[in-house]
């Protein structure tokens, strides 16, 4: 009998707030369905706090971390390289350790492609997508969205300067024209393929919905929420009532985790399980 391996590889997230992410469950049902010894770790690291952790990480040997608020931006100067994706998108929420190298990836927009294609057996090719928000969630999906060949795109947000920021990113880094509207108390969303709230509107506990002429959705759209927790929004439930077919934002979690899983392990994960530890965390 050989020897047994008491030393875990971790893995885990740098954030600020971070209490209430939870990536945790998902990916270490990940790792006990596969029988891996891996470890995941939520880290409050504020803002300034980011290139000492990062050295402390690299000491103790860490395969990767995600990043999210506040440093999917901060995080890029201290890279060795990054993914042409991430890039285009100008931030980062993955990364991967190797030889004392960080890799950058975002997953984010990924995570939501593989839902929409998976989920609901749709392909973006051609398509006319509506996004709510220009914060980083609208930034990863608007990218992806059209490296998957989306036609049009639409940002809708409340803050001009924001929205037609994310519109001049798309059009420096991807050469593509989309369009920016105001978001205010008349907005009805037009005829299209996609409609995503990719605001944190209505994420536990608050209980709003984004502010919209919901019977304006046409029946047959496809009406996404970048939400988790909880995973039937005021929005889906809206826009379910108009015939609408919704994806809630488990599906881009667990995918954009699932990519993440595999740039640490090297193996598939197991989608399956990941979903069900969240569905019952959230239960």
């Known amino acids: 009998m050989g020897a047994k391996n008491y030393r875990t590889t971790n893995v885990g997230v740098f954030g600020h707030p971070i209490d209430e992410n939870p990536t945790v469950v998902l990916q270490e ?56 994706a991430a890039k285009k998108i100008e931030a980062v929420n993955t990364v991967v350790i190797e030889g004392g190298k960080l890799f950058g990836e975002n997953t984010d927009g990924k995570g939501f492609i593989q839902s929409i294609t998976t989920d609901a057996g749709c392909s973006p090719r051609g398509a006319h997508a509506v996004i709510l928000g220009a914060g980083g969630a609208a930034r990863a999906i608007a990218v992806e969205l059209i490296l998957a060949g989306a036609s049009q795109l639409t940002i809708v947000n409340r803050s001009k300067n924001r929205g037609q920021a994310l519109v001049e990113l ?65 929005f889906l ?47």
């Open 29 to 84: 049902a990940g790792f006990r369905e596969l029988g891996l010894n891996y470890r995941y770790l939520n880290f409050d690291i504020k803002q300034g706090e980011l290139e000492n952790a990062l050295n402390a990480i690299k000491v103790l040997g860490f395969r990767g971390i995600n990043l999210t608020i506040p440093h999917k931006v901060d995080i890029i100067p201290f890279l060795d390289s990054i993914s042409d």
């Open 170 to 234: 798309l059009k420096r880094n991807c050469g593509f024209d989309s369009e920016f509207k105001i978001w205010d108390n008349t907005y009805k969303p037009p005829d299209c393929d996609f409609l995503v709230n990719a605001t944190s509107i209505n994420l536990y506990p608050d209980a709003s919905k984004p502010d919209i002429h919901y019977e304006a959705i046409a029946p047959g759209t496809i009406v996404c929420d970048v939400i988790p927790n909880p995973p039937q929004t005021g």
């Open 237 to 283: 439930t809206e826009a379910k009532k108009r015939g609408a077919v919704t994806l809630d934002g488990l599906g881009m979690l667990v995918y954009q985790g699932a990519i993440g899983f595999k740039l640490w392990t090297g193996l598939d994960a197991p989608v399956d399980v990941m979903r069900k530890a969240l569905q019952e965390e959230f239960s």
